[in-house]
């Protein structure tokens, strides 16, 4: 069992930066591939990035590719989310979401943590 609370989320203007933090409960946080999906309202949620368990290999949404960055502290049982040149149509809550198997883009992590709001506006 393994709880995420995401932090981080807020109003930011349009072309800003947001960083986004997951801190996991389990010492064992780096036995976890950890990833990140939004949801905005009126949509399904979606796939934002993924990073494996040592942090050597990343996924990304084609809608975030050279904008966000997925980064791990397996020290500090954290994962984190920097959003950069943000747009309005990146507001959602951002959910952070673990798996001991590599689920990369796929929904079906095993843990999820409550969401964070993203709004930004134009």
């Known amino acids: 069992q393994v709880q995420l609370v995401e932090s981080g989320g807020g109003l930011v203007q349009a072309g800003g930066s947001r960083r986004l933090s997951c801190a996991a409960s389990?010492?064992?946080?780096?036995?976890?591939?950890m990833g990140w999906f939004r949801q905005a309202p009126g949509k399904e949620r979606e796939f934002v990035a993924a990073?494996?368990?040592?942090?050597?290999?990343?996924y990304y949404a084609d809608s975030v590719k050279g904008r966000f960055t997925i980064s791990r502290d397996n020290v500090k049982n954290v994962v984190y989310l920097q959003m950069n040149s943000l747009k309005p149509e990146d507001t959602a809550v951002y959910y952070c979401?673990?798996?001991?198997?590599?689920?990369?883009?796929?929904?079906?992590?095993?843990?999820w943590g409550q969401g964070t709001q993203v709004t930004v506006s134009s």
């Open positions: 979401a673990a798996d001991e198997a590599d689920r990369a883009s796929r929904s079906n992590y095993h843990y």
């Open positions: 389990r010492r064992t946080f780096s036995a976890y591939h």
């Open positions: 990073i494996s368990r040592s942090g050597g290999t990343t």
